[in-house]
Nanobody, 120 residues
Framework: QVQLVESGGGLVQPGGSLRLSCAASGSILRVDAMGWYRQAPGKQRELVAT??????TKYADSVKGRFTISRDNANTVRLQMNSLKPEDTAVYYC???????????????WGQGTQVTVSS
C-alpha cells in the first residue's frame, strides 16, 4: 500500500502565504514525479505545479512567480504559496508517481486533499 498525507491548508487573507506539504509512505521502491493539483467548486481539477525526481519543475501560468514547489527528500513535496488570491481557493491534491517494491511500473497515487481558502 502507498499513502499520501497532506497538511498545511487553511484560511488566509488575500496577499498572504501558506505552505502545503505531502509525504508518501508505504511499500515504495522509488517516487518519480510529484505534484500539486487543485479543484475549485464547479471546475475541473487542474495542474498547479510538478517536480521530477531530478528537480525539474513545471507551473501553471496562473501561479508562476507566486508558488514554489520543492522536494524536501525523495518522498516529500512542498508547495510554498505566496501572494495568494481569492481565485486560488480550492481543494489542493498531492499526486505522486510511485514505483512500488517488487514492481517495475510507476502508478499515480493521490492524497485526500486539503482545503485552501483565500478570503478577507
Amino acid at each position: 500500500q502507498v499513502q499520501l498525507v497532506e497538511s498545511g491548508g487553511g484560511l488566509v487573507q488575500p496577499g498572504g502565504s501558506l505552505r502545503l506539504s505531502c509525504a508518501a509512505s508505504g511499500s515504495i521502491l522509488r517516487v518519480d514525479a510529484m505534484g500539486w493539483y487543485r479543484q475549485a467548486p464547479g471546475k475541473q481539477r487542474e495542474l498547479v505545479a510538478t517536480v521530477t525526481s531530478g528537480g525539474s519543475t513545471k507551473y501553471a501560468d496562473s501561479v508562476k512567480g507566486r508558488f514554489t514547489i520543492s522536494r524536501d527528500n525523495a518522498n516529500t513535496v512542498r508547495l510554498q504559496m505566496n501572494s495568494l488570491k481569492p481565485e486560488d481557493t480550492a481543494v489542493y491534491y498531492c499526486k505522486a508517481d510511485v514505483v512500488r517494491i517488487r514492481s517495475v511500473y510507476a502508478y499515480a497515487y493521490w492524497g485526500q486533499g486539503t482545503q485552501v481558502t483565500v478570503s478577507s
